[in-house]
C-alpha cells in the first residue's frame, strides 16, 4: 500500500488538495443488502408496510444523502453531482440489494457519495421496517466499480455476487 493521501508529512490528517488535477467524468456504484424475514420483503415489494412506500422513501434518502456527502464525512470534498441513482432489487427469500450509482465531472471521485447513497438508502429501509422485523441486518456496504481519473476504471471481482 503507497503513502495515505489524508495524511500530511507530519502524520495529521488533512484534506488531499485536488485544484491541480483535471476535471474528468467519474462514475462510482455501490451497494449494500438488507437481510429480512422473507414476510418483510414481500411487505415491502407490496408496498404493504404501514409507515408507507419503502423503496420510494429509501430512494430519496439516498440521493440526498450522496448530496450531502461532504457533510457526513470529515475530509471528503464537496461535489456538484450531476446524477445520482439508488436503485432496488429482491433477492428473496430474504434479501433486498440497494445499488446507488453517482456521477461527477470534477478532480475527484465519486466512491464515497456512492456509497453513502447505498448505505442511507438501506439504513431507511431498516428505520421504516423495524417495528416489523428487529432482526434486519444490513450486509456488505461496498464499492462496485469506478472509472474516470488518473486510475482509470476499478470493478470488484465478482461483483454483484
Known amino acids: 500500500m503507497g503513502k495515505l493521501s489524508h495524511l500530511d508529512a507530519k502524520g495529521d490528517a488533512n484534506m488531499v488538495d485536488v485544484s491541480a488535477k483535471g476535471e474528468t467524468r467519474r462514475t462510482a456504484v455501490a451497494e449494500a443488502r438488507v437481510a429480512m424475514q422473507p414476510e418483510t420483503l414481500a411487505e415491502i415489494l407490496d408496498r404493504g408496510v ?9 430512494r430519496v434518502a439516498g440521493i440526498q444523502a450522496a448530496k450531502r456527502c461532504a457533510d457526513l464525512i470529515p475530509l471528503c470534498h464537496p461535489l456538484p453531482l450531476d446524477w445520482v441513482a439508488v436503485e432496488f432489487a429482491a433477492e428473496p427469500p430474504a434479501r433486498l ?35 416489523m422485523d428487529r432482526g434486519m441486518a444490513i450486509e456488505q456496504v ?13 470493478e470488484r471481482d465478482g461483483a454483484g455476487a
Open 97 to 131: 440489494c440497494v445499488t446507488a450509482e453517482c456521477r461527477v465531472t470534477g478532480p475527484t471521485g465519486v466512491e464515497m457519495e456512492a456509497l453513502t447513497a447505498a448505505g442511507i438508502a438501506a439504513l431507511t429501509v431498516y428505520d421504516m421496517c423495524k417495528s
Open 50 to 58: 404501514p409507515k408507507g412506500d419503502v423503496l420510494t422513501v429509501a
Open 142 to 154: 461496498r464499492l462496485l466499480r469506478k472509472e474516470g481519473g488518473r486510475s482509470g476504471v476499478w
